[in-house]
Structures are given as C-alpha cells and as structure tokens.
Nanobody, 120 residues
Framework: QVQLVESGGGLVQAGGSLRLSCAAS????????MGWDRQAPGKQRELVAAMTSGGTTNYADSVKGRFTISRDNAKNTVYLQMNSLNPEDTAVYYCNTRGITPWGQAYNYWGQGTQVTVSS
C-alpha cells in the first residue's frame, strides 16, 4: 500500500502564494498519476491538478494560469505551486496517487489533507 505525507498548507493573504508538497512511499507502480484535489466548506471535492509519471498534466479551469503542478519521479514527490491566491481557493487540499498494479488492480490513495486558508 501507499502512504502520502503532505506539507505546505497554511494561512495567506489574498494575492499571496503557497507551495504544497506531497511525498509518496510504499508500493508505487509505474505508470501512475499524482495530483491534488480540494474540498471547500460546503462544497464537493474537486480535482485541482494532476500529473502522470510521463509528464501529462491536467488542471481545473479555475486554477489555470495560477497553479503549477510538478513532480520528482525519483523522489515520488509531487508539488503544487499556488500563486495569486484568492479566498475562493480556501479548502482542504488532498494529495492523490492512482494507477494499476502489474496484476491489473486499479488503486487510489489519498493523503490526510492540508488546510489552505486565504484571507481577504
């Protein structure tokens, strides 16, 4: 199984920046995808950004041009650089990894979540 350890959340003023990090350990198979979901108060969880081990990226429309996802495959670590933050970005951000085992079983794992709060 996989464990994900997140860091980098906190309180920031509107217009500021934060960088989230997530380190994965355990039974990690390639190819795979790693990324970030978020859940704001009273709202459903949504995809923020994801990146495959091959380098393909996917972003929510609301964060395009402001957030950048990157990963270090050698360290099994994914990052989310968040710029021009606004109060609508306030949410718990969850790191995620998914893939398929060599024996054909799909898997999904999430971290514990890290709180991002943007004040106006």
């Amino acid at each position: 199984q996989v464990q994900l350890v997140e860091s980098g959340g906190g309180l920031v003023q509107a217009g500021g920046s934060l960088r989230l990090s997530c380190a994965a350990s355990g039974s990690i198979f390639s190819p795979n995808a790693m990324g970030w979901d978020r859940q704001a108060p009273g709202k459903q969880r949504e995809l923020v950004a994801a990146m495959t081990s091959g380098g393909t990226t996917n972003y929510a429309d609301s964060v395009k041009g402001r957030f950048t996802i990157s990963r270090d495959n050698a360290k099994n670590t994914v990052y989310l650089q968040m710029n021009s933050l606004n109060p609508e970005d306030t949410a718990v951000y969850y790191c995620n990894t998914r893939g398929i085992t060599p024996w054909g079983q799909a898997y999904n794992y999430w971290g514990q979540g890290t709180q991002v709060t943007v004040s106006s």
